[in-house]
């Protein structure tokens, strides 16, 4: 598996850093509230169990379950969703949990979804921010590091379901998608 990466462009020490200073923003943002927490599978679960450790404060995790990738490079814009929330979101604090902002549409689309259900707030909270291909203008409350147009995986992030176990975030070699 190793021998797929052409590089790291995060390391797992500076991934460690972020995700404290994110939890530690949501803490003194949600003093004296319970937000929660959802996690967008698969990619977020990994991101997600390291921020909720980081963030001293009551809360609750969920997730949901979207389609958007499959296995290919490029974002349809089609986003469907494969697994709902485990409860009612109503009158809640809630803070979607996304692994990378790329062209925006997939979290554009779940914040409007989760907007009618009435929460008392609704932020997004992003380990990954790809703004040079953004096509839908979409709100980021907390952002972790913003990176060029690469596209990445480990620490969460998959190409066709491999190398979400990778503790860096890396670049894999050109011929490894010459080859899937
Ligand atoms: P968007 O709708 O913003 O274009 O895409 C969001 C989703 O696309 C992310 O949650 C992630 O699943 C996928 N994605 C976007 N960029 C990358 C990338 O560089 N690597 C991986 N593995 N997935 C990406």
Sequence with gaps: MTGD???VLIGADRIAETVQRLGQEIARDYQGREPY?????KGAVVFLADLARSVPLPLTMDFMAISSYGTS???TGIVKITQDLSQNIQGRDVIIVEDIVDTGLTL??????????EPRS???CTLLNKP??????VHLDYVGIEIPNEFVVGYGLDY???YRNLPDICV???QVYANG
């Design 132 to 137: 040079s291909r953004r096509k839908l203008e």
């Design 122 to 124: 609704l932020a997004a």
């Design 73 to 75: 490079r490029q974002s």
């Design 160 to 162: 066709a379901e491999k």
């Design 37 to 41: 927490l959802v996690g967008i599978l």
């Design 5 to 7: 990466i052409d590089r």
């Design 108 to 117: 554009g689309y779940l914040k409007d979804l989760l907007h009618v259900r």
């Design 172 to 174: 894999l070699k050109e």
